[in-house]
């Protein structure tokens, strides 16, 4: 997939209390010898705490900022420095640096992955807050990306079967100013600004990001313009008592792109440009969404024991899909069938978190409690329509037709869905000795869904589903660098998780996912490096997927996956930095109907791993590179077709003084050709990647 398909956490605190942080540090600065100028140092504070390549903290796992070392589970972060060393601008380029994380081409308008087996569709949070709307994510206002893997609905509700991705977004509290200009193959443009300010009696802050991309791209007639803008504001009312304020706007456009068909198990052996589709894509194949969103979040602080969170969070989604794609092919006469059609999304949604947070001691333990309650509710309206056989075109060398949109007639679908959420959860994090520490929670859910059906003959559905997601995790610390831990979780995936109940699965139970896993965490060099080993296997019963049309339930039964995942990071001395990952996973059908039975889960390669490696050489100047190899994966249930897998290679050179940078990033350095995604479904809507491509990028900042 073209790349524009597809910086963290500064602590509270300091944000707050910018005035008394400078105070200390100059309180602590040594007088300079008179006979030397004064000296002006601004430092880093991100990299200060810890940020770099090599976070020690996290707070997607536990909804409070707890060491990654005391975490009975695999948590994968991804910093602000990694994204901006690899120019990464989409979700799919920050991602491809966790392991265990495969990708979907997400119908050619959303981000969608698969986490340890299992389709992460609406498994997408924005700090700790449900974004399961179908689009692409800019990352212009996000410091950094948790991954959180196995099951999590014991603080964030239905799904994160293989895990969820959390989103942790830029906050005020810092003096920022930071614009940034790249220019690329494929006529690529994209400019970048984050300005904030903190005001000098510490009473508010402000900041302000932005970020416009146009592009053409290796694919045929694709192309995107892409605008995002994100306003925040924090005020502090009172000593203990903050109010956070953020806004949210995101307008994407691009054509449709589903890829290429297979013949004879493979994808074809075309050009990757090759695009079946309309001649005019632009104008008939294009997908338009627009997001606003706005959050505010109240914390308050009673005491050194007790202080509580409020988050609201309303957003708004439409999207204009329009698209066609080759609904079959005939290996007989070598020609591909088109499909075209279009779908209308627009959905308004909010949700309402409070969070309590207690520290105390009693029978000799230390215990950090969190007691929370989650309400929401989410109406997605839909219509779309869809005609088969509209053309049909050479399987190799695809002579296109031209294509008006498809409008009027009788929709194929027409229907409102009400989503209503409540949860209650409580989480203990319990310190039985400096050596031996638990994690243990527990959540109740009531989810209610409705369809509202438009469409003549077809009835309303609805149901209730209620749900106990339970966790518990015991960790052993013998040293300072050491952590064992053994964990198991529940979660729950209802019928209806992301997309309105139908006809075929309005009756059927949610699927549930269990979790055992056992993993090891090691720190070395004083905490500059770190690595996690995890032993996993992941049980889903009463699966079911919508087929390529979405008109009929494919029954899957129970799936399984058993896997090994090692991950490391590292910010060392000399100006080396490093991020490795590298995944086994066995995941397959276990219980279904034969033609399923024993096959592998889409799009999950049995290995897969990454490295990315970074040197300051001196002077300003750095040079870095990595890897990304994939497996082989399948492309629909019944492995028909196999997605060949690759190896690509990237390297970055930079070139920094003062308050200017120049940097340079090579993608896919020795032109690879490879398939990035399937569609999951289909084994027709195979997505080539990109060959070898360069981007600059000019920075000032200050």
Same mark, same amino acid.
């Given at each position: 997939m073209s790349r524009y398909l597809h910086t963290h956490h500064v602590a509270r605190s300091l944000a707050a209390c910018p005035v008394l942080l400078v105070g200390l540090v100059q309180a602590q600065e040594p007088p300079a010898p008179q006979s030397l100028p004064p000296v002006t140092v601004k430092a880093d504070v991100s990299k200060e705490l810890g940020a770099g390549y090599n976070p020690p903290n996290a707070i997607s796992a536990t909804k409070t900022e707890a060491p990654l070392r005391d975490i009975p589970q695999t948590v994968n972060v991804v910093t602000a420095e990694v994204m901006q060393d690899q120019h990464a601008t989409s979700m799919q380029d920050v991602l491809k640096n966790v392991p265990g994380v495969s990708f979907s081409s997400g119908d050619g308008q959303r981000d969608q992955v698969s986490i340890r087996g299992f389709s992460a569709i609406a498994d997408q949070f924005v700090d700790g807050i449900r974004d399961d709307a179908l689009y692409f994510r800019d990352l212009s206002n996000v410091d950094r990306v948790e991954v959180i893997k196995g099951p999590a609905a014991v603080l964030y509700g239905r799904g994160s079967s293989g895990g969820l991705i959390n989103r942790v977004t830029k906050k005020p509290g810092l003096d920022v100013t930071d614009f940034a200009l790249s220019y690329g193959m494929w006529a690529d443009r994209r400019v970048e600004g984050d300005v904030g300010r903190v005001f000098a009696d510490g009473a508010a802050a402000f900041r302000i990001t932005a970020a416009h991309e146009e592009a053409n791209s290796y694919r045929? $007639?694709?192309?995107?313009?892409?605008?995002? !803008?994100?306003? +925040?504001l924090e005020l502090r009312l009172a000593p203990q008592t903050t109010v956070l304020l $953020?806004?949210?706007?995101? $307008?994407?456009?691009? %054509?449709?792109?589903?890829?290429?068909?297979?013949?004879?198990?493979?994808?074809?052996?075309?050009?990757?440009s090759t695009y079946y589709g309309a001649a005019n894509a632009r104008d008939s194949d294009y997908s338009q969404s627009r997001v606003y969103s706005g959050t505010a979040t109240v914390n308050h602080r009673f005491d050194e024991n007790w202080s509580i969170?409020?988050?609201?969070?309303?957003?708004?989604?439409?999207?204009?899909?329009?698209?066609?794609? %080759? #609904?079959? !092919?005939?290996? +007989?006469t070598l020609r591909a069938s088109l499909t075209h059609g279009n779908v209308y999304r627009e959905e308004r949604g909010w949700f309402n978190q409070t969070d309590l947070t207690q520290k105390a001691q009693f029978l000799g333990m230390k215990h950090e409690l969190l007691y929370g309650v989650e309400v929401g509710q989410q109406n997605k309206d839909l219509v779309n329509y869809s005609r088969a056989n509209v053309a049909s075109v050479d399987l190799f060398n695809p002579v296109l037709p031209t294509l008006p949109r498809l409008v009027g007639g009788t929709p194929a679908t027409s229907n409102l869905g009400v989503f209503k959420t409540l949860g209650l959860y409580t989480q203990d994090m319990i310190q039985f000795s400096e050596q031996w520490k638990a994690l243990v929670g527990v959540r109740?859910?009531?989810?209610?869904?409705?369809?509202?059906?438009? @469409?003549?003959g077809q009835p309303n559905l609805a149901r209730t589903d209620n749900a106990w997601s339970p966790r518990a995790g015991l960790v052993w610390q013998p040293s300072k660098q050491q952590s064992y831990y053994l964990s198991w979780s529940r979660s729950f995936q209802p019928s209806g998780e992301a997309f309105s109940l139908a006809a075929n699965n309005a009756q059927l139970a949610p699927e549930t996912t269990r979790n055992t896993e056992v993993g090891a965490k090691y720190d070395f060099l004083d905490g500059k490096a770190s690595t996690t080993v995890s032993l996993f296997r992941i049980e889903r019963t009463n699966i079911k997927v919508a087929n390529a049309t979405g008109t009929a339930l494919i029954p899957i039964g129970e799936q399984r996956t058993d896997g090994l995942e090692l991950s490391g990071a590292a910010q060392l001395?000399? #100006?080396?930095?490093?991020?490795? #990952?590298?995944?086994?996973?066995?995941? @397959?059908v276990t219980q279904s109907t034969p033609a399923l039975q024993g096959k592998q889960a889409t799009l999950t390669p049995r290995h897969s791993g990454n490295v990315w490696i970074t040197k300051d050489l001196g002077h300003g100047f750095g040079l870095g590179g990595g890897l990304n190899l994939v497996g082989a994966r399948q492309a629909d249930p019944a492995n028909t077709v196999t997605l060949p897998g690759y190896v690509t290679a990237d390297m970055v050179a930079w070139y920094?003084? #003062?308050?200017?940078?120049? $940097? @340079?990033?090579?993608?896919? @350095?020795f032109n690879q050709g490879y398939i990035v995604s399937g569609h999951g479904s289909s084994p027709n809507l195979n997505l080539p990647g990109a060959p070898r491509s360069v981007m600059g990028t000019v920075r000032y900042r200050m």
């Open positions: 045929s $007639q694709q192309f995107l313009n892409r605008t995002a !803008v994100a306003p +925040s $953020q806004a949210d706007y995101l $307008q994407d456009r691009r %054509v449709t792109d589903f890829g290429i068909p297979a013949y004879k198990g493979r994808p074809v052996a075309v050009d990757p969170r409020n988050a609201t969070r309303y957003y708004h989604y439409s999207l204009e899909r329009n698209n066609t794609l %080759v #609904g079959s !092919v005939n290996e +007989s109740y859910d009531r989810f209610e869904q409705e369809t509202i059906q438009r @469409l003549p001395g000399g #100006g080396w930095r490093m991020l490795a #990952g590298y995944a086994y996973l066995d995941a @397959l920094r003084r #003062g308050k200017f940078e120049a $940097q @340079l990033n090579v993608y896919n @350095l």
